[in-house]
């Protein structure tokens, strides 16, 4: 299938979130594309995944080198009830599966 190619080649591809999602459905990225979403930062998909009442989601913050854990969200006031910052050297357990714990050490590339 074809693929839109930048004006450079050393820029990547930007398209909309909707679009994006168009892309993936159909199957023209595969999970090893990168890309980059116009739309949304953390602040607002923080607010689309608390209002939609997802009990965890993480951010692997690659500049600060951890790993930013949100939970008990509040569905009403579109916000996580509780924010975790994890480093390196900690670990970090699923809120659906306690018994499993995550290294950040695993989630960040190496030092």
């Known amino acids: 299938m074809a693929r839109p190619a930048p004006a ?9 979130t909707e679009q ?12 090893d594309d990168k890309v ?3 739309e949304g930062d953390r602040l607002t998909k923080a607010a689309i995944y608390a209002a939609a009442g997802i009990p965890e989601y993480w951010i692997v913050n690659l500049r600060d080198e951890c790993v930013e854990v949100r939970r008990d969200p509040a569905v ?3 916000r996580y009830r509780s924010v975790v910052v994890a480093r390196r050297g900690e670990a970090i357990e699923l ?3 306690p018994a499993v714990r995550v290294a950040v050490d695993d989630l960040l590339p190496s030092p």
């Not at 450079?8 to 909309?16: I, L, S």
């Not at 994006?20 to 999970?31: A, I, K, N």
Request: no cysteine; charged share 30%.
């Open 76 to 78: 009403e006031e579109r």
């Open 20 to 31: 994006f999602l168009r892309l993936v459905d159909e199957g023209v990225l595969g999970p």
């Open 36 to 38: 980059e979403l116009l």
């Open 8 to 16: 450079d080649p050393a820029v990547p591809a930007r398209w909309t």
């Open 95 to 97: 809120a659906a599966l």
